[in-house]
T-cell receptor
């Protein structure tokens, strides 16, 4: 079965650069969530989308933005990167109509800021 | 507000011992979901179980078992006859049904199974 696809899996950037992470949800899933997991930390919710509209926002820095496109894939854009942005970024998708409460996580994109 | 507490930051046990990971949660909703995820050193989040707040039946899956007690707001996870491959960080998590299914994670428990 198709899973959530994240790309790239690994990314190395310099401080003050920009990075873009992509997420392709499971087909027919209408919700997408982004999480940030710093070293030794738990995953922290950043932002979510339902039917291409932002539905909730967590502790996402103003330097970050995200959107969901017409094909339901989502991109997380991070600008003016800081050392503290080094983390594992997870995308998850779900189907709001299922009532199951289940999210399916991708394998994560590891961002290293030097 | 919803909150998940995993009081055990790190646990070490010898292989073949049983180990229980504790999870206590807070939520104002009557309908919610509880989860356990495993995160091995490779980093991916491996889904283990989802429990709906109306289903207090305990569950067993092979060497894994879960004890859900609404009266104490706990959802503990036991590994029986632990194996080295069980070494990982385990996250307990919560989502409030009827909202947007956003999952809130506990801080995680790092489990070391010693050979």
């Amino acid at each position: 079965a198709a899973g959530v696809i994240q790309s790239p899996r690994h990314l190395i950037k310099e401080k003050r650069e920009t990075a873009t992470l992509k997420c392709y949800p499971i087909p027919r899933h209408d919700t997408v969530y982004w999480y940030q997991q710093g070293p030794g930390q738990d995953p922290q919710f950043l932002i979510s989308f339902y039917e291409k509209m932002q539905s909730d926002k967590g502790s996402i820095p103003d330097r970050f933005s995200a959107q969901q496109f017409s094909d339901y894939h989502s991109e997380l854009n991070m600008s003016s990167l800081e050392l503290g942005d080094s983390a594992l970024y997870f995308c998850a998708s779900g189907h709001s109509g299922s009532g199951s409460g289940e999210l399916f996580f991708g394998e994560g994109s590891r961002l290293t800021v030097l | 507000a919803q909150k998940v507490t995993q009081a055990q930051t790190e646990i070490s046990v010898v292989e073949k011992e049983d180990v229980t990971l504790d999870c206590v949660y807070e939520t104002r909703d009557t309908t919610y979901y509880l989860f356990w995820y495993k995160q091995p050193p490779s980093g991916e989040l491996v889904f283990l179980i989802r429990r709906n707040s109306f289903d207090e039946q305990n569950e067993i899956s092979g060497r894994y078992s879960w004890n859900f007690q609404k009266s104490t707001s706990s959802f503990n996870f036991t590994i029986t006859a632990s194996q080295v491959v069980d070494s990982a960080v385990y996250f307990c998590a919560l989502s409030e049904a009827g909202r947007d299914d956003k999952i809130i994670f506990g801080k995680g428990t790092r489990l070391h199974i010693l050979p």
